[in-house]
């Protein structure tokens, strides 16, 4: 790996960790799309790489924080974590098998249907 590449993936992981820390996200919208456009991975590669990278204790840092000022509800974070594990386990499984263009389209179409929401349909 050259030291570009690693730059730009150190860039790249500060980025997503200041906006994961900002509004929660990261992982998926930030880190997926810039591996597959900027650094060539597949989007199944991409996919998987951002889960190992968040296999880690990466978001612990930023939840211990929001848990000092008394914003993070742990029965609820459990309660999901138990939910993601199964899901993840399961789905994962499937995603893998999907062809790498329709695994793009359902990518890009979620990421339309939020920002949808969040432009429009949210009043709050």
Request: hydrophobic content about 60%.
């Amino acid at each position: 790996m050259s030291i570009s590449t690693i730059l730009g993936l150190i860039f790249l992981g500060l980025c997503a960790g200041a906006l994961s820390s900002l509004v929660g996200i990261g992982g998926g919208i930030v880190i997926v799309p810039a591996l597959v456009g900027f650094f060539g991975l597949s989007q199944h590669t991409a996919q998987g790489t951002t889960l190992a990278m968040l296999s880690f204790p990466i978001s612990l840092v930023a939840a211990l924080t929001y848990y000092k000022n008394g914003m993070v509800d742990w029965k609820i974070a459990m309660v999901l974590c138990v939910g993601f594990m199964i899901g993840s386990f399961f789905v994962s499984k499937f995603a893998v098998t999907i062809p790498t263009l329709t695994i793009k389209k359902i990518f890009a179409v979620l990421m339309i249907v939020v920002a949808l929401k969040f432009l429009f349909i949210d009043k709050k």
